[in-house]
């Protein structure tokens, strides 16, 4: 299989796992880290976790697998042109990289605001690449995949109201969950930049597709590695919250939230938006 991928910020939780499926599926790919000294940590991580977790021996990963196929940039989301390289002769870009902070002092500008650039700066690249490829070329790109997230769609659910992807979080401020806001405004900045292009040269110009998922938890590909959703979980079992709330959440394995951004490559369905969750589990499921 000669086909490239982009996978951006590889270190990520999620988007470590996304690399690794996608060599063991032989795909090739392009993942970016901000500092090419942790390229080795980010190889020897996905060595390690396959030694660990692998039961296929037809499941090859090795440093010859490595060194054939895995291709680390260093680059920066903040940067315009930064990704130009990175993207060069891949069919499909999964933009996951994005900042996930609950604790910020100025969520504008910690959040928002790199949320939103850094997914117009990588959207910008693909559409200079885009421009440059014939439409006939099966090789050019076709798809951007952004990793979004559940609350772009919700922020406090509404009795009795089912959700789905055509619905938008409306709740959320810079003030009020600045990390909801964060990812409904840069998945809206998405859409509406993909959907002028789709205007200015036609639909199969280049797809979009969102994966929405609700809290990510599962064991990490990168020791210690840690995000948001598993420090939560942490510290609620750890008794570190001053009370128990009566509250539900959703959680997701991060393999299946890996595997659907690989599942969605070919799906038939363009520009689409897709939900990835478990059923609800109230809060004190996890102290038990």
Not at 5 to 14: A, E, I, R
Not at 224 to 238: E, G, L, P, R, W
Not at 262 to 284: A, G, W
Request: hydrophobic share 40%.
């Amino acid at each position: 299989m000669s086909i490239r991928v982009c996978v951006t910020g590889g270190t990520g939780f999620v988007a470590s796992h996304l690399v690794y499926q996608l060599l063991l599926k032989g795909y090739h790919v392009n993942t970016t880290i901000r500092d090419l000294k942790k390229k080795d940590e980010l190889r020897d991580a996905l060595l390690q976790y396959h030694k660990e977790n692998c039961t296929d021996p037809t499941q090859l990963l090795t440093e010859q697998v490595l060194n054939e196929r895995l291709s680390i940039f260093e680059a920066d989301l903040m940067k315009e042109g930064s990704f130009a390289d990175v993207i060069k002769g891949c069919r499909f870009v999964h933009h996951v990289a994005s900042p996930y902070k609950l604790d910020v002092k100025d969520a504008q500008q910690e959040l928002v605001d790199p949320a939103v650039k850094g997914t117009l700066n990588i959207l910008n690249e693909c559409i200079k690449l885009r421009q440059e490829q014939a439409t006939h070329d099966v090789n050019r790109l076709q798809r951007v995949i952004i990793t979004s997230s559940i609350v772009a769609i919700c922020d406090t659910a509404e009795k009795d109201k089912i959700y789905t992807e055509d619905d938008w979080n409306e709740l959320s401020t810079v003030d009020r969950n600045p990390y909801y806001y964060s990812k409904v405004t840069s998945e809206k900045a998405a859409w509406k930049l993909m959907k002028e292009m789709q205007t200015k040269h036609g639909q199969d110009f280049i797809e979009l597709a969102t994966i929405n998922p609700s809290g990510v938890i599962g064991k990490p590909v990168l020791p210690q590695q840690v995000n948001q959703t598993h420090d939560i979980v942490a510290k609620v079992v750890n008794g570190e919250m001053p009370a128990l709330i009566a509250m539900y959440m959703t959680f997701v394995d991060v393999k299946d939230v890996a595997l659907s951004h690989v599942k969605y490559f070919y799906h038939p369905k363009e520009n689409v938006s897709f939900v990835v969750e478990m059923k609800p589990s109230q809060l004190d499921k996890y102290v038990k």
